[in-house]
Structure formats: structure tokens, C-alpha cells
């Protein structure tokens, strides 16, 4: 696929953008978050601000993916970041992820930005088919799914090692440009 035009979203409280070098610090803040660390442990490779730079810069490039940090709009902290990945454009399919600051869940941040980037990924990208790929026992990550339109696909049975050794079971949610419900 192409490179990706870079844009930005403000939602209410959220503003959404590509990401910043200078959020090195907080996105390192945020890898250092047990459930982070839990759900995501590819994300705790990083473990110097340096790491968490480069990632940023590859982030930003928008090439093959599209990521967006989310910002509280008024103050521009840094709340997370969500992405659009594994794009599949014979297929017109993606991936969607979200990764959300302690301090910033249970505001809206993760569902304001899944619902903005998923109507973004079907109107400019041109997608048909958006999964969500969440731990059984993320149950706040299964709540956001389903708030944004997202079924319940299936059980994919220790799926994915956490960051406690384990492997984990996932819950597939997909949507679909077609579905009811607004975006």
C-alpha cells in the first residue's frame, strides 16, 4: 500500500495526530503501565527515551500504517496512541490498536479515538473490513469494541504470549464499512 496521507482529528476532549519525538517520555511512562505491559509486552521492548524516539519517528512516517497520538485537546498531554496496521489492500482490511495512559482511561480517550480513526480508515483509506484483536481478560478493551460497532467474531485460543509469560486467549472483533451505526 501506498504512503498515507497524514492528517489530524479533534474529537471533544481528544485531539488525534501523527506522533511527536517529544512524546518520548510519556510514551516511555506508558510502557511502563502493568496492564500495558500485560496486553502489549512487544510495546515494553523500549526501555530508554533514545528507543521510545526511534519509535515515534518510525510511527510518524505513516508508511504501511497510520498512527495517531492521542492528545487531551485542551492541555495536549499526551494520552496514548491508537493505529491503523496490517493493511490489506487487495483484501481492503486492517488491523486497529489502542494503547491508553492511566491517567486518561475511563474518559472516553480509547473510544473516541477508535471511532474517529475507524470512520477515517473506511472514508479516506477506502477499507471494508476493520479487526480488533483484545485479551479475554481485557474487559475495559471489550467494552470499547463493542461501544464502536465492533462484533464479537470469535475465541482464538492462546493466541498471543502476554507480558506474564502466558499465553493468552483473544477475543476477534470486526466491523465492517457496511454496518449500521454512526462513526
Known sequence: MEKIERTEITAGLWHL???????????????ADPEVRLYT???NRMSTEEEARGQLREWAAWEGRAVF???????????????????????????IGYRVAPWARGRGAAT???????????????LERITLAHSVGNDASCR????????LEGVHRAAFRGGDGLLH?????????????DL
Do not use: Q
Not at 495526530?17 to 510502557?31: C, G, V
Open 41 to 43: 509486552p512487544r510495546l
Open 17 to 31: 495526530r501523527p506522533p511527536r519525538e517529544s512524546e518520548a517520555a510519556d510514551l516511555l511512562e506508558l510502557t
Open 144 to 151: 470499547v469494541a463493542e461501544k464502536n460497532g465492533y462484533l
Open 69 to 95: 497520538s492521542i492528545l487531551e485537546s485542551t492541555t495536549e498531554r499526551y494520552a496514548g496512541h491508537v493505529m491503523v496496521f496490517d493493511l490489506d489492500a487487495e483484501n481492503s482490511a486492517a488491523e
Open 112 to 126: 473516541t479515538a477508535v471511532r474517529c480513526v475507524t470512520g477515517w480508515a473506511f472514508g479516506v483509506l477506502g
Open 169 to 181: 486467549d483473544t477475543h476477534l472483533h470486526a466491523r465492517l464499512a457496511a454496518d449500521r451505526g
